[in-house]
Structures are given as C-alpha cells and as structure tokens.
C-alpha cells in the first residue's frame, strides 16, 4: 500500500483518448505502457495495453513480445489473427483465425504473430499485455538490421535483392501489397 500512496487517484484511470500514437494511411497503435503511465509498473499491476486501428486490408506486421504475453480483444470489424508456433517440426505450424468483434486471441510470450484486417470499414482492437514493459520486436525490421548476406540466405535471394526487399519495408500499421503483386 505504501507504493500506492505515491501515486494520486487519477493515476489509475487513464484517458486513452489523450494518446495521439503514430497515424499513418494504414492505421494507428496507442500504447500505454510504464513509461507513460507509471501507475502500470506497480507489482500487482505489472501490465501494458496497444490500441490498434486498422484500415481495411492493413497488417498490424509479424512481431514478438519477448516479456508478456498478449490478450487481444477486437471491438470492431473482421480481423484474422496468425501466431507462429515455435516449438513444431518442420512444416512450421502456423495458428490462423477470424475474430469477430468481442472475439479474443492469445499469443503467448515471445512468439511471432500478427493481424489484418478483413472488413471493409477498418477494424480496432485492444491488446493486453503482461507486463508494464513487453518490448516489441517487428520481425522483418529486426531481420533486416542484420548482414546483408544474412538478410538474402534467409529468403533464399541474391544479396542485392535483400538489400531493394529491406529498403521498402513498410512502417507499422502497413498497407496490403496491390493484388497483382500478392503471393500466397
């Protein structure tokens, strides 16, 4: 209780209206974490939260959370979610779904996962997380901060196609490839 009494009543109450995030075509994220609202790091708080808007067709990109783990809640629109199981044998076993709103994904610790949104009016959606400090790692950034040579064994390409391929990474929230230009 002492650790409380350092913080004043409205610290428990936060305006997420009041986060402005980074907007961009595709979408916005609004994350209140413990460096925002210190409130989150009490011990028997010890929690985060991202606000996620989506354009239609947009990604939320393939990420980790290398200390929590992630309860997503969708409020609006048609999301499918994916998670990277990392423990599988060769083939790589992937977890897809469809949310509706009030559906709920889980994407435990460290695991790559991601969203897009599949409605034509956008989705949203609130993400929980476990700890008032989740760190998050966009895979494909992180990917291409290494080697050049690393980046094109990865993806079985020539080197100065990795070098063009990490060039024109979108920024988070992203854009859907144009149709013609979609591999599945």
């Known amino acids: 209780m002492a650790v409380r009494a350092k913080f004043d009543d409205a610290d428990f109450a936060i305006d997420t209206t009041k986060i402005k995030g980074n907007p961009n075509a595709a979408g916005n994220v609004r994350v209140g974490n413990v460096a925002g609202f210190p409130v989150l790091g009490l011990h028997d708080i010890d929690s985060s939260f991202a606000l996620m808007s989506l354009a239609a067709d947009a990604h939320n990109l393939p990420h980790t959370h290398p200390r929590a783990s992630e309860t997503l809640y969708l409020l609006k629109g048609k999301l499918d979610v ?5 423990s599988s044998a060769p083939p790589v076993l992937v977890i897809e779904n469809t949310l509706q709103p009030g559906g709920i994904a889980l994407f435990p610790t460290g695991l790559i996962h ?4 599949v409605a034509k009016d956008g989705c949203k959606f609130l993400a929980v997380l476990g700890s008032a400090d989740p760190g998050a790692v966009t895979v494909a950034a992180r990917l291409c901060d290494g080697p050049v040579e690393a980046v094109a064994a990865s993806f079985r390409v020539l080197e100065r196609l990795a070098e063009r391929m990490c060039v024109k990474l979108s920024e988070n929230p992203a854009p859907s490839q144009p149709s013609g230009d979609r591999h599945h």
């Open 82 to 86: 994916s998670v990277v199981e990392e």
């Open 114 to 117: 991601g969203q897009r949104c």
